[in-house]
């Protein structure tokens, strides 16, 4: 493939996938990984660290809740009392050495803190978890974790997030949490859960 027609895919590609890592970017373009970060250097595109903190920075209210630091993966956008999106990188301290299989504790934790993470209110703490895991998740997958917050009618200090993790397009953890808040603070009521599940 010519040069300035991989440059167009490219971008194309982190356009439409901006979590898409430099090795996933070899498989799908058939050259080596020194090829890709030659291309991104050219292009001035950031790695998909730096993408991903600049993602951050420019889309998301700030945590109440908990210290960012305490957030299991990294959040890339929040709008508290509504949604939130964070993503984390599965790697060898979170796996099990004899499978490389991802310990569920850590795929729980990314969506319990961001189900915390999406509450307004200065203290936010799990009532109540009803979770599922739906595959396993291996070293080196990036899973995508979506929260929605729901209003639970007659109780204003608890909240209903929902939280929906993804490896690719593929679901791989549903998790449905009970949210006790300390203020019920009712600024806003929630958005729709069903609205955006992607």
Known sequence: MPKRQRHQQLIQLIEENPFITDRELTRILKVSIQTIRLDRMELGIPELRERMKLMAERSYDSVRSLPLHEVIGDIIDLELDRSGISVFEIIEEHVFSRTSIARGHHVFAQANSLAVAVINDAIALTAAADIRFIRPVNLGEKCIAKAYVKSISGEK??????????????????????????AGNTNHEGGEVDADRD
């Not at 209903?160 to 679901?171: A, I, Q, S």
């Open 157 to 182: 200090r608890k909240a209903k997030v929902e939280v929906f993790t993804y490896v690719g397009d593929e679901m791989v953890f549903q998790g449905n949490f009970v949210i006790y808040r300390s």
